[in-house]
C-alpha cells in the first residue's frame, strides 16, 4: 500500500474511532475539563471531514487493485468528485460570469466550483445531531461560525477541483502522452461500440508497437476482422447486446471477457 494513501486511511481510522466514542469521550472532557479539550468547531470540521474521508477510502481501496484498468480508476475518482458535489449542492465548473453572479459573503468558491453556506450549514446538520448542536454552539458575532462553514466548504471544494483535474499521465516507459494522445477502449462493452473505421485508425497509429514486440502483419490482420466479427455479433444477438450494455466501469476485463466465451481469441 502507498505511504500516503496508509497515512491516508490510518487518520480514517483515528477519526471513526472518535466518532463511535464520541459521547464518551465528550463526557470524560466535560468531567476533567483539559486545557486542551476540543472547540465545538473541532468537533464540527472532525466530523464534516470524516463523512467525506469515509467516501474516499471506499474508492481509493478499489482502485488499489491489480485488475483495475486506467479506464475505471478514472471513472471511481470522477464519481467521488460527483459525490462531493452532491453532499454539499456544489456548482461546477462554472464561467466567470456565473461565479460572478454567485459571489458574495454567503458563497465558497474554489477554482471554477462553488457552494453556499446555506448549502454546506443543510450538509453538516445532516450529519448528526450531535453535530448540529455542536455547530449550534459556535458563536455567530464576528463570523465565528461563518469561518467554520466556509473551511468546511473550501475543504470539499478543493477536493473536487483535485479530482476533477486528475488526468492519465505516462512515464519514460510508455512515452509522454501528448494532450491529443488519448488511451483507446480496450474492454469488451467499449469495443463492441467502437465502429471498425475507428478501430483501425487505432491500429494504424500504434502499427509500429504492435509490430515491434510479437505481433505479425497476419496476425493484426486477425485482430481487425475479429473486431469486425465482434461488432456484428453484437447488432446481431440481442441477448449478447442485453449483457454488454448492462456493463459499465465496475466491471472487470473478465467478466466482459467472459461474455464471449471463447471467441475472438485473436482480439482479446
Known sequence: MPEGLSRWLSMIKVMTWLKKHRIAVQAHLDARLPPCRPSAAWWVLMMAVHSFAKEASLVFTRIQGMMNLVFQQVAELYNLSQTFCWLLGVKGPLLHSELQ?????????????????????????????????????????????????????????????????ITVERNAANEQASTS????????????????????????????????????????????????????????????????????????????????????????
Open 181 to 268: 494522445d488519448q488511451l483507446p477502449p480496450v474492454m469488451p462493452h467499449e469495443l463492441v461500440k467502437y465502429s471498425r473505421s475507428q478501430f483501425c485508425s487505432t491500429v494504424r497509429k500504434h502499427i509500429l508497437r504492435m509490430q515491434a514486440p510479437k505481433f505479425a502483419p497476419q496476425q493484426i490482420e486477425e485482430i481487425e476482422e475479429e473486431h469486425r466479427e465482434l461488432i456484428r455479433c453484437y447488432h446481431a444477438e440481442d441477448s449478447l447486446r442485453l449483457e454488454m450494455d448492462a456493463c459499465d466501469h465496475r466491471n472487470s476485463f473478465r467478466e466482459g471477457r467472459g461474455l464471449l466465451g471463447f471467441r475472438f481469441p485473436a482480439l482479446f
Open 101 to 165: 453572479a454567485m459571489t458574495g459573503g454567503c458563497v465558497v468558491e474554489v477554482g471554477s466550483f462553488a457552494a453556499r453556506i446555506a448549502d454546506v450549514e443543510q450538509f453538516v446538520r445532516g450529519v448528526g445531531s450531535l453535530v448540529s448542536s455542536k455547530l449550534d454552539e459556535i458563536p455567530t458575532e464576528n463570523g465565528t461560525r461563518l469561518h467554520a462553514l466556509q473551511l468546511i466548504g473550501s475543504a470539499s471544494l478543493s477536493a473536487v477541483v483535485q479530482l476533477t483535474s
